[in-house]
């Protein structure tokens, strides 16, 4: 075998390794107390957008599933009395592999207790810049909402348009439209991808904030207009960093949203995965008033890197099976 080498040098794994400590001394210096939880779980994500690695399990008949986020076990250590909490830990998405994606990255998340969007957005931005040695991203970041970055950039509102209207927005040919159907969401993240967020400002980052109801996953509504979530999203160029929410704590809301999703997993052909009853347990319980986010570590090195290819922020890109065993 000739492909034994890693993909990065020592050099750039030195710059990751300061980039972590001067994430970890920021949540220091902040009193944000740092937190481990487990990679495996019973339960796996019901999010129609993710997929979760299964684990066979010898002990039993019953697959265990690899975390795609610590957010559920985050949110049992704040519904225990946690303070404000964060951690770095591996995660693992299925069917995620490329320029901007490895089925194995690492994730920062972190939660602020009684922070508003406008608090936890002033946060994140401050982690970023931080990490990414850029002090003016902090004052320069511009702050968009999701319904004005559609209709500047497409021309439509994103919470009153049809199917249709999504789809003639996109330019979608039949087969695109066959492939898509009727589902709301699908065309609005295509839209994003591929019309939105090409046109933010490459030198600066862009929150895009208030998503679509329909999309508000583990957020709370916004409580001034239940059509949109406080939700928010922070992108440098078209590259998305940061995902975060004012966090739902009702758990009836949430354990309905939880069959939605599973819903529309089974619509669409998906497996559906045992759902984390756990996590409804601590918001019954009593989850405290909270924010939380999550960003993609090797996003970030991207950016300080400079580089539009996560394999050169690894040390070992995602190698298939056959590759590795003879």
Not at 186 to 201: E, H, R
Request: hydrophobic letters at 40%; a negative charge.
């Amino acid at each position: 075998m000739t492909n034994w080498r890693p993909t990065s040098n020592a050099d750039v794994a030195a710059r990751r390794a300061a980039l972590l400590r001067r994430v970890r001394q920021y949540f220091d210096d902040q009193q944000v107390l740092e937190v481990d939880t487990p990679a495996l779980s019973a339960a796996a994500s019901s999010d129609v957008q993710l997929e979760s690695f299964e684990v066979s399990n010898s002990a039993s008949a019953t697959p265990l599933f690899l975390y795609t986020s610590p957010e559920f076990c985050m949110k049992r250590l704040l519904a225990a009395g946690y303070p404000d909490i964060y951690s770095i830990c591996r995660v693992f998405r299925d069917a995620e592999s490329g320029r901007h994606h490895q089925p194995e990255f690492t994730l920062l998340e972190w939660y602020r207790r009684d922070f508003d969007l406008n608090a936890i957005i002033a946060d994140t931005l401050n982690v970023i810049a931080l990490a990414l040695e850029e002090p003016t991203f902090r004052e320069s970041a511009t702050i968009l909402d999701y319904r004005d970055a559609f209709a500047a950039s497409v021309g439509i509102d994103p919470i009153s348009a049809s199917v249709s209207e999504l789809a003639d927005a996109a330019r979608a040919d039949t087969s695109l439209r066959e492939a898509l159907g009727d589902e709301r969401d699908d065309w609005l993240d295509l839209l994003l991808t591929s019309k939105v967020a090409p046109t933010f400002a490459k030198d600066r980052l862009t929150v895009l904030r208030h998503y679509p109801a329909s999309q508000a996953a583990l957020a709370q509504l916004c409580p001034a207009d239940a059509a949109v979530a406080d939700r928010f999203e922070i992108f440098k160029g078209p590259i998305e960093l940061a995902n975060g929410y004012v966090e739902l704590g009702n758990a009836a809301e949430q354990t309905k949203r939880i069959a939605s999703e599973q819903w529309h997993r089974e619509r669409r052909g998906r497996r559906q995965r045992p759902s984390d009853r756990n996590l409804v347990a601590a918001l019954e319980a009593g989850l405290p008033s909270c924010s939380g986010v999550a960003v993609g570590i090797e996003r970030l090195h991207m950016i300080h890197e400079n580089t539009d290819d996560i394999r050169n922020v690894i040390c070992f890109a995602f190698e298939g099976y056959d590759e590795q065993v003879t």
